[in-house]
């Protein structure tokens, strides 16, 4: 059994003004963030925007140019040794013996801290009671996740950070670990969450921030970063003219339709934010027949954190 217990009279993690330069690149532009007690909290964003930089700051791996870093009230200068002790780490990819059984990978970790939960309900937490013996070398990729997991765990964190832990999982190895995640919420145990997948972060989350070129360019629940694109439904649709030709739409017919909250175009793509598809929808089949356009494609979906990002940046939470 879990026994974290957040400290609910004080943030589990806070950033102030934390920046971080690579040479001229500025991979953390002057971010501020607070993390309360018991809160899953997702940072997502394409590859560079600095996520993972302001993660391994957060973790001790990386020393930021300036600000100040402090998490369960403390910081990495004054005590390393303390935080090491309580919270966990699970990175995008953990190396470990192959020839060292599950079990055995698990007493070497459970050694590495003065309290924690014993290595058999570790074991049971990571549902590898089956695999205690085996080797580590003969792990599917979705059991080597589950015993990172496990090693992340075995310390009883009270903050623990997981760095794209379902990456490269087949579906339902992903609902597994899911599954853990949401046990691990119902504890109490604060959770820092980075991911490339929108329906993990909306599912997981209590709040997310999105990051693009160093900064938090939005930060808040799911459902109201979802009701912030203005529409509850993504139309999406690339028209030509009778005569093959690129079809050049008006945004103007676009948007002046009754419900469409907004128009973008990308590599010949429209992409529509609207309120009601069964009133908009005829509308916009309207619209293109007017102009002599007819239908290449065409797709709906219900809005998502993905369409939040492409918002606000013009890209693909996936774009590398």
């Known amino acids: 059994m879990l026994n974290a217990k957040p400290q609910a009279d004080r943030p589990s993690l806070l ?84 020839k060292m059984t599950v079990e055995e990978t698990l007493r070497l970790f459970r050694s590495f801290f003065h309290r924690g939960i014993t290595v058999e309900d570790s074991i049971k937490t990571a549902q590898l009671e089956e695999k205690r013996s085996a080797r580590v070398g003969t792990l599917s990729g979705g059991q080597k996740q589950r015993l990172a997991m496990a090693c992340a765990l075995v310390g009883d964190p009270e903050l623990l950070f997981l760095d794209e832990p379902t990456t490269g999982l087949d579906p339902q190895a992903r609902r597994n670990l899911w599954d853990l995640l949401d046990r691990l919420k119902q504890e109490g145990r604060t959770i820092i969450l980075t991911t490339h997948y929108m329906d993990e972060a909306e599912r997981l989350c209590d709040r997310v921030a999105i990051m693009d070129h160093g900064r938090i360019i939005a930060l808040d629940t799911p459902p109201r970063l979802i009701a912030s694109v203005g529409g509850e439904h993504i139309v999406e649709f690339a028209a030509t003219s009778r005569d093959n030709r690129d079809g050049a739409v008006d945004p103007a017919l676009l948007t002046a339709i009754d419900g469409v909250e907004s128009h973008r175009l990308t590599a010949g793509i429209h992409q529509l934010s609207v309120r009601e598809l069964h009133t908009a929808v005829p509308k916009i089949f309207s619209v293109l027949a007017s102009q002599g356009l007819h239908l290449d494609e065409f797709r709906t979906h219900s809005a998502t954190l993905e369409d939040v990002f492409v918002s606000l940046t013009g890209r693909n939470l996936r774009d590398e």
């Open 15 to 98: 950033l102030r003004g934390v920046r971080k330069t690579f040479a001229d690149v500025v991979a953390v532009n002057g971010i501020d963030l607070e993390v309360t007690p018991g809160e899953c909290f997702g940072l997502l964003g394409p590859n560079g925007a600095g996520k993972t930089t302001t993660i391994e700051i957060c973790e001790g791996l990386t020393a930021p140019d300036s600000g100040d870093v402090e998490l369960l009230g403390l910081n990495w200068r004054t005590n390393a040794d303390e935080l090491r002790q309580r919270i966990g780490l699970q990175l995008q990819e953990t190396q470990f013996s192959e």
